[in-house]
């Protein structure tokens, strides 16, 4: 496990200007993985809509710019800092992420589910930049098209496939979590942001006439983010459920002793991506349907609701 201290922070905005100057929008992130600036509307009633309109600081993913001296002013409002988010959607690059789990605990195989897909639609992932997660996972780095908008996503496309796009960020290589280092894979750092496969984008995106929701409406503090998973309309919960059937069906795979770690963990990615309201009662009735007792299950919920949470701020699409 990586050591944070005194010389962490400058690391960090180091690397971080580093990325900017590839033309990768960044801000600070704690060793949470979360928003290192406090929302500047934090206990407002009712509860304040900003992105940053305001001019203040603290508005999570949408802080993140790559001009220098406004980089150095975030970090200097946020001293104790160990890392930086890299927002996805945003040009040049148009990032998408593709975040790849592993959960040998449960024989979770994120890249061997991504192999699976590659061949059932007919596509590649081209080499491109890597880096490596102190659990032992993998972000691959893609870019997408400008007439392209990829939401945030948790479990959709199989177990364990997690995906960034508008609204989300990635934790960049450099940055030191309470976990460990995010690294870039050997061999990937001189690779540029591969584009992503047509085949794949078509997986990653709504079809036409159906509105792309990403994982992070607002700022964080704000009573629509992610954490919170306010629902925005009629069709939020279908399409909650649509983003969150990987999850259900994790859930339902759990054996005895697995049931409850198993609805936390689904529970936990559904509440950083934005739906976990939206999906709890799914979860729920999947969760009992494995045995797992009603009053357990909900409880389990609440608990991941409340660690995702984040001193009251969000998790923005966090991987």
């Not at 580093?18 to 406090?38: C, Y």
């Not at 639609?121 to 993998?138: A, E, M, Q």
């Not at 496309?157 to 960049?172: F, K, T």
């Amino acid at each position: 496990m990586a050591t944070i201290d005194r010389q962490t922070p400058t690391l960090a905005l180091a690397h971080a200007l580093a990325a900017a100057g590839r033309g990768l929008p960044v801000f600070p992130l704690s060793a949470t993985k979360l928003p290192a600036l406090r929302s500047p509307h934090r206990g407002e009633q009712p509860p304040a809509h900003c992105r940053g309109e305001c001019g203040l600081p603290g508005h999570g993913v949408h802080d993140a710019t790559t001009d220098p001296s406004a980089v150095r002013a975030l970090f200097a409002a946020a001293p104790r800092a160990t890392g930086y988010g890299i927002a996805c959607g945003r040009a040049p690059h148009r990032l998408i992420g593709i975040d790849l789990d592993v959960d040998p605990a449960y024989g979770s195989d994120a890249a061997g589910a991504l192999r699976q897909l590659a061949l059932q639609h007919l596509f590649t992932i081209p080499p491109t930049v890597t880096v490596l997660t102190p659990s032992g996972g993998r972000h691959l780095w893609l870019t997408g098209p400008a007439d392209a908008t990829v939401p945030n996503s948790a479990g959709r496309l199989a177990p364990g496939i997690d995906i960034r796009g508008s609204g989300g960020y990635l934790v960049g290589p450099g940055s030191v979590t309470a976990h460990g280092r995010y690294r870039l894979a050997p061999g990937t750092a001189h690779l540029p942001p591969a584009p992503c496969p047509r085949a794949l984008l078509r997986l990653l995106t709504p079809p036409p006439g159906r509105t792309a929701r990403t994982g992070t409406s607002s700022a964080p503090g704000t009573a629509t983010g992610p954490a919170t998973g306010t629902r925005s309309g009629p069709g939020a919960p279908a399409t909650a459920a649509r983003r969150g059937e990987g999850l259900v069906q994790f859930v339902l795979a759990a054996h005895e002793g697995q049931r409850n770690t198993r609805l936390f963990w689904a529970a936990c990615r559904a509440y950083e991506h934005g739906f976990g309201d939206a999906l709890a009662d799914a979860l729920t009735a999947a969760a009992v349907r494995t045995g797992l007792p009603e009053h357990e299950a909900r409880a389990a919920i609440a608990s991941a609701a409340r660690l995702t949470s984040g001193r009251g701020g969000e998790a923005d699409g966090a991987a």
